[in-house]
């Protein structure tokens, strides 16, 4: 079965400092990994997707993620951080392409002006 | 084109009683789904729809019925509302790789 893990509840950063959110996988076969956004009272957006190709993936707003295979890890980043940053992240996995998503349980990240 | 609508927004209901919550696309994507989020939980699945006329049970599904009989619509109703079905639930539509997900339904079951 397919599973999510995000190891931090809750990460902070400064403002302009790099930012890391951890996440890691476990799937059977090939894994589609996904980063979806969550600011309070909203829905989720979608900030980026790895299917295939390179291990480096940009998204939305800066973001970008790095698909590790041999530590089956995505972990999101972004190279200065912003105050508007500051949401709920979480990380998503399908073994195939319209299988649903399995979620991992959220990261808060908070970024201090 | 508004993407994933749900309706209603917010909802009290007394432990026993019914409703339907509607989620409605405008993407004509074949698959839909409904999760529900829970702090400290993530969002787990309840039912999914991978087109017209038919469902499927996600992980949690338990006191929970689905309908497909429209593409547009996926409907998820609950028959006896119970205070553990206090929640968030959100609609998720998707053709390809990427789901797209509603606003939001907060229900509070009392």
């Known amino acids: 079965a397919q599973s999510v893990a995000q190891p931090e509840d809750q990460v902070n950063v400064a403002e302009g400092n790099p930012l890391t959110v951890k996440c890691t996988y476990s799937?059977?076969?090939?894994?589609?990994l996904f980063w979806y956004v969550q600011y309070p009272n909203r829905g989720l957006q979608f900030l980026l997707k790895?299917?295939?190709?390179?291990?480096l993936v940009k998204g939305s707003y800066g973001f970008e993620a790095e698909f590790n295979k041999s530590q089956t890890s995505f972990h999101l980043k972004k190279p200065s951080a912003l105050v508007s940053d500051s949401a709920l992240y979480f990380c998503?996995?399908?073994?195939?392409?319209?299988?649903?998503?399995?979620f991992g349980k959220g990261t808060r990240l908070s970024v201090i002006a | 084109n508004a993407g994933v609508t749900q309706t209603p927004k917010f909802r009290v209901l007394k432990t026993g009683q019914s409703m339907t919550l509607l989620c409605a696309q405008d993407?004509?994507?074949?698959?839909m789904y409904w999760y529900r989020q829970d702090p400290g939980m993530g969002l787990r699945l309840i039912h999914y729809?991978?087109?017209?006329?038919?469902?499927a049970k996600g992980e949690v599904p338990d006191g929970y019925n689905v309908s497909r009989l429209k593409k547009q619509n996926f409907l998820l109703g609950l028959e006896s509302a119970a205070p553990s079905q206090t929640s968030v639930y959100f609609c998720?539509?998707?053709?390809?790789?990427?789901?797209?997900f509603g606003p939001g339904t907060r229900l509070l079951v009392l």
């Open positions: 998720a539509s998707s053709y390809g790789e990427t789901q797209y």
């Open positions: 799937v059977s076969g090939n894994p589609y």
């Open positions: 790895y299917i295939t190709g390179d291990n």
């Open positions: 998503a996995v399908r073994e195939s392409g319209n299988t649903p998503l399995v």
């Open positions: 993407m004509n994507h074949e698959y």
């Open positions: 729809s991978v087109g017209e006329g038919t469902t």
